[in-house]
Each structure stands twice: as structure tokens, then as C-alpha cells.
């Protein structure tokens, strides 16, 4: 379902995938540089000097692309879900 919020605890590269029956899967590795309260010196202030909460939100968009009729095949699908089927049981 979309939106989504994920919380996080540390920065650094993400890899974020997009999925959705019947549109082309979008995979995206996203750089979560920290915002300035979090790097020093700054960081010692506002994590022990003051009494506020600081938050950080990441906003993405991604846009999925609808895939052609030959990929929404009945035996295309049922070729994938036995595929899948299969990797589980690996």
C-alpha cells in the first residue's frame, strides 16, 4: 500500500523497491545524508542541551510504469508464481 513510512536509525545508502501486480518493479538506492543537527559539533547541542525533539522526514515519489499485455499474461503470471513458488522452498 502507498504511502508508506518507515522509521529508521541510521543513516547511509537505502535501497528501496517499488512493487505492484501488472507495472514494472522500480528499484531505487536512495543516499540519507544526516541533517545538520546530527553531525558534530552540532549533535552534542541539540542531543544534551536542549529539551526539543528533532525529527528527520524523507520524502520520495515513484511513479510505476504499467507493464505491456505480454507481461500480465495468464501464463506469463502463473509461470512467475510457480517460479516464486519454487525460491521459497530453496
Known amino acids: 500500500p502507498s504511502p508508506v513510512s518507515v522509521p529508521f536509525t541510521h543513516y547511509g545508502t537505502r535501497e528501496i523497491v517499488c512493487r ?24 552534542l547541542y541539540y542531543e544534551t542541551l536542549t529539551a526539543d525533539e528533532y525529527s528527520d522526514h524523507r520524502h520520495y515519489r515513484y511513479v510505476l510504469a504499467p507493464n505491456g499485455p505480454e507481461e500480465t499474461a495468464p501464463e506469463v503470471v502463473e509461470r512467475k ?4 513458488a519454487e525460491l521459497r522452498l530453496r
Open 81 to 84: 508464481m510457480k517460479e516464486a
Open 20 to 43: 505492484k501486480m501488472g507495472y514494472e518493479t522500480v528499484r531505487s538506492f536512495e543516499a540519507m545524508e544526516p541533517p545538520f543537527f546530527q553531525e558534530f559539533p552540532y549533535d
